[in-house]
């Protein structure tokens, strides 16, 4: 039935528990899984700083997420027997998992939903949310109880 499932992660335990099912899924499907993290935008940044800054700034957060994968691998045990990568984009979390969605070749997102205010979900709503909107493929959206 799925043959390539997106999970999007922001290293919440919503999203971990997320991965857990996504993982699952994959597993009992035979399907490929590909963990997306989105770095949030920080084009405004090298206003504020020097670009060797930027540049270290930049290497430090690729490198504490691509950390935070490999803590996926020993949190779940399955991924290793499952295929699998990891992606990265840069910029807006809905913006980015809808641009991956629609250039991949997915059947299925799992995604976490977690609180947020009442007044800042009233403005903006929570990413899973504008994700289910525009997706043009099924969203599973879980909800650590």
């Known amino acids: 039935m799925f043959k390539n499932i997106l999970s999007m ?3 919440s335990d919503d999203a971990e528990y997320a991965i857990s099912i996504a993982v699952e899924l994959a597993k009992s499907f035979n399907a490929n899984l590909t963990i997306l993290h989105v770095i949030h935008d920080e084009s405004q940044l090298p206003f504020y700083l020097s670009s060797i800054q930027f540049e ?6 690729v490198a504490e997420v691509e950390r ?18 990891t992606k990265i984009r840069r910029g807006s979390s809905y913006a980015q998992g809808i641009i991956e969605i629609e250039e991949g070749n997915y059947d299925l997102v799992v995604i976490g939903s977690h ?15 504008k994700i289910i909107r ?7 959206v879980t909800k650590k109880v």
């Open 134 to 140: 525009r997706s043009p493929i099924s969203v599973l």
């Open 56 to 61: 270290s700034l930049n290497e430090a957060i």
């Open 115 to 129: 609180g947020q205010s009442a007044l800042k979900k009233f403005f903006y709503g929570s990413t899973s949310e």
């Open 9 to 11: 992660t922001d290293f």
């Open 68 to 85: 935070k994968f490999k803590d996926y691998e020993k949190k779940y045990s399955d991924l290793k027997s499952i295929q699998y990568k």
